[in-house]
């Protein structure tokens, strides 16, 4: 099943994405798990999930009972002892909500010591995302900030692709290259740009011509109104445009395609 991480520059359609591709697993009748684990935490609304059914996420960074119990430390404290490897395979179905065969989970903001929090909070979220990636068999959409604090070494070379959405503009393109950069650190190796809210041709050319070197191109999402009427609305961007799921359908294809031509690694 893959294992995929949407990142990009703030306000590109990451979780657009995330929440199209979703939908597509599911609908397939793969297992799906989404992780939002953007701040903005805005992917239940993107899936078309209800009020009272999004109100019951549980952001797993603000469960502080838990943290303690299973790590040893209170949340908001650094340095000390505690479990850097706490018991996560649980989490998944305790703090999750389902929805149209999609299983969301939230990971929550850490509020103390910045992205390279030593902290029980961290060690926690480290712990279920590896989990997640190495131990679950669910097709993962992982819906990140442009920062990769969430991926350490010994997990990102287990997810099978970043998704780096761009839009035609030089600042989209710069953080993609940033996020290249970022991936190579860790040795995640491959990388795909999906480009969105392209109008013509000349957006399409652009985003193409100014990407670096080794950032192939998997598909467009044209910019579409539907998709800003579904969120004023609070609808599943799939089911109120069906030309971007046409699009999504397409880059998937093209991502399974690519991914099936991945040599694979020893365990």
Avoid: W
């Avoid at 999609?102 to 990971?107: G, H, P, V």
């Avoid at 669910?138 to 604090?149: H, K, N, R, T, W």
């Avoid at 359908?249 to 399974?256: K, P, T």
């Amino acid at each position: 099943m893959p294992k995929i991480a949407v990142t990009g520059k703030g306000g590109v359609g990451k979780t657009t994405l995330a929440a199209l591709l979703a939908h597509i697993y599911a609908e397939a009748g793969q297992p799906v798990i989404a992780i939002d684990a953007d701040p903005a935490a805005s992917l239940a609304y993107a899936l078309g999930m209800p009020d009272d059914v999004a109100a019951q996420i549980a952001p797993i960074a603000e469960l502080d009972d838990l943290i303690y119990e299973r790590t040893g430390a209170k949340p908001g404290t650094s340095g000390g002892f505690f479990k850097i490897n706490p018991r996560v395979d649980d989490i998944p179905d305790r703090f999750s909500v389902l929805h149209r065969g999609i299983r969301m989970l939230q990971l929550g903001t850490i509020s103390a010591g910045g992205s390279g929090c030593i902290c029980p909070e961290s060690a926690m979220l480290k712990a279920l995302v590896t989990h997640l990636i190495l131990y679950r068999r669910d097709v993962m959409i992982l819906d990140m900030e442009a920062g990769i604090e969430h991926l350490g070494r010994a997990t990102a070379g287990a997810v099978d692709a970043f998704l780096i959405v761009v839009e035609p503009g030089r600042r989209s393109l710069n953080t993609a290259a940033a996020i290249q950069r970022l991936a190579a650190d860790i040795r995640m190796e491959h990388c795909y740009v999906v480009g969105n809210k392209v109008r013509h041709k000349a957006d399409r050319d652009f985003i193409r011509e100014h990407l670096p070197a080794g950032l192939p191109v998997i598909g467009f999402l044209t910019a579409n109104p539907h998709a800003v009427e579904a969120d004023m609305r609070g609808e599943a961007v799939f089911d109120a445009a069906p030309g971007l799921v046409a699009e999504a359908r397409a880059i998937a294809a093209e991502f399974d395609e690519a991914l099936a031509a991945q040599p694979t690694s020893a365990p």
